[in-house]
């Protein structure tokens, strides 16, 4: 009997970008008495049907973009005679469907890193349940990965995870729905662990998976002291002198390393944490610019955000202060308009944006935007042969339509040709050049020119998924691009290198702390900036 783990896709590139953290968590999750799981990343090779066998364990985790492929590899599974679990997000949003479509044994719902092992233990008792609720457990219950199970030939950036959770509630995001708006912070030993051990093996770029990388703003702390709840800002406090020393033992590992993460544009006011990540290494990060007019924001619930040259001169701060930024865009808003797409562009270019995404809007289960369509559809549903458009994800991908909720102005085939044109744009020959300049040798320079066309190739998908010819040569021409760029990203392995010795937060003399701490011992108290 052996125990597979399988990340679902449609699309193989025989490389991939960054590792699926889930897949070598879940890895460590699984039980020592069943030796150690099979693997199968399909970003990178499909599964190969013979290598289930009866009596197996299957376990697919699916997202709204993967579950159709997802429940098919669950339907193959169980044809050969294996007990098939489902997780993921989407999972955990449609366990039902999961049974339905991807005849399911049991599903595992919200976190997995306890949950999979107690299904894997009552499958081989006979006693699996329908549905396991692994909730939302602590950040001192995170897993590290299981990294000595990758294929380390075959993934350019490795992933670790310090927090999930996002106290924001954007309207087209389902994370705060789903990881919860309190942040679990992960303990900094075992992170710094983690990236050691994968140093080690070859690997200096890492993603910082996080939800929101920048979990507490000086405007929380502000409400906080107005408000007089002592309570809430001692805890904001903790939560975020944890992450400033996350970021000090960052900085003592191997100056060669790399790191990438997620934030929210409210960090380009926080200079002593933009200069904290600069001198942790964090070169880089996605910053959910989402729209450029204060209408777009509004209609996202995410006016917290600046539009306009004060977009661009808040964009430009993360620059300033050492940090890159990879801008996410939306189209398709219903405040948007055919000049919108130029001034995105020009907004992006404009403000020194170093990578940029421009999605089409989508409504994803779980969120706000989600919820609002479902119930609009209700009164006249529309059908894609005899599958409803709210559950766009199930329709075939050859008849799936581009955008699935109308646009008061512009239909949706204007949007997706414009979208390309915006991508297009951005990653012409002459624009990838220029921003390559922010690299510090000619290597770099290369790696950043091979990595900024890839991307463009991967995700930029808006004009020509449904073109069968141009999306084989498309992929074909990725997964050159990806080897290549993968040998850019290799380092040599540092098989000898130990973990930083720590410091603790209240032995270090108060005058070497970051300036905020300084001013949260002043004002709160000592114990206050305490982690436990």
């Known amino acids: 009997m052996s125990v597979h783990l399988i990340n679902p896709s449609d ?79 989407h999972a955990t949003l449609f366990p039902e469907e999961c049974f339905e479509r991807g005849q399911a044994h049991s599903v595992v719902k919200g976190d997995g890193d306890v949950a999979w092992g107690m299904a894997v233990n009552d499958s081989l008792n006979g006693t699996l349940q329908h549905i396991y609720d692994g909730g939302r457990i602590e950040g001192n219950q995170f897993l590290a990965a299981r990294w000595d199970l990758m294929r ?35 303990q900094f030993q075992s992170v710094i662990d983690e990236i050691v051990n994968l140093r080690r093996i070859g690997f200096r770029f890492i993603a910082l998976a996080d939800d929101n990388f920048y979990p507490v703003t000086l405007t929380d702390l502000r409400l906080a002291r107005e408000q007089g709840n002592q309570a809430k800002l001692d805890e904001l406090i903790a939560i975020r002198s944890e992450r400033f020393q996350l970021m000090e033992e960052l900085s003592k590992l191997p100056k060669d390393m790399v790191f990438f993460t997620q934030i929210t544009m409210e960090a380009g006011e926080d200079g002593d944490y933009l200069d904290a990540m600069r001198r942790a290494n964090i070169k880089g990060a996605l910053v959910g610019v989402e729209a450029v007019t204060p209408e777009g924001l509004k209609a996202v619930f995410k006016d917290f955000n600046y539009s306009g040259e004060a977009l661009a001169k808040q964009l430009q701060t993360f620059k300033k202060h050492g940090v890159h930024v990879l801008g996410s865009f939306i189209f398709g808003l219903p405040t948007d308009k055919p000049a919108t797409f130029d001034a995105t562009v020009e907004m992006a270019l404009k403000a020194g944006v170093t990578f940029a995404q421009f999605v089409m809007m989508t409504p994803f289960p779980g969120t706000v935007d989600f919820g609002r369509w479902e119930k609009e559809q209700a009164l006249n549903p529309t059908l894609v042969g005899d599958i409803p458009i709210t559950r766009y994800w199930l329709i075939p991908t050859e008849i799936r339509p581009k955008m699935f909720t109308p646009h008061p102005s512009m239909s949706s085939g204007e949007i997706s040709e414009r979208t390309q044109k915006v991508w297009d744009r951005f990653y012409d020959w002459g624009a990838i050049w220029e921003r390559s300049s922010c690299t510090p040798n000619l290597k770099s320079r290369l790696a950043f020119i091979l990595l900024s066309k890839l991307y463009r190739q991967m995700y930029a998908g808006t004009g ?26 290799q380092a040599k392995p540092m098989p000898e290198l130990q973990a930083p010795a720590w410091e603790l937060a209240f032995k270090s003399p108060l005058s070497t702390r970051p300036a905020f701490l300084r001013q949260a011992v002043a004002e709160t108290g000592p114990f206050a900036i305490l982690s436990e």
């Open 152 to 186: 380390t030939d075959k993934y350019m950036w490795a992933s670790v995870q310090t927090i999930r959770g996002c106290p924001k509630h954007c309207s087209f995001c389902s994370v705060w729905r789903t990881d919860g708006q309190k942040p679990r912070q992960r």
């Open 464 to 489: 020509i998924s449904t073109d069968s010819a141009r999306r084989k040569k498309s992929k074909k021409a990725a997964r050159w691009t990806a080897a290549q760029t993968r040998k850019i990203f």
């Open 11 to 89: 699309n193989s590139f025989g490389t991939a970008v960054i590792t699926p953290r889930w897949l070598f968590v879940l890895a460590a999750a699984t039980p020592s008495s069943v030796g150690d799981p099979i693997l199968v990343d399909e970003s990178i090779e499909q599964v190969v049907p013979e290598s289930i066998a009866p009596g197996d364990i299957v376990g697919i985790s699916v997202h709204t973009g993967n579950a159709l492929r997802g429940y098919a590899v669950g339907r193959m599974a169980r044809e050969r005679g294996a007990t098939v679990i489902y997780g993921g997000i």
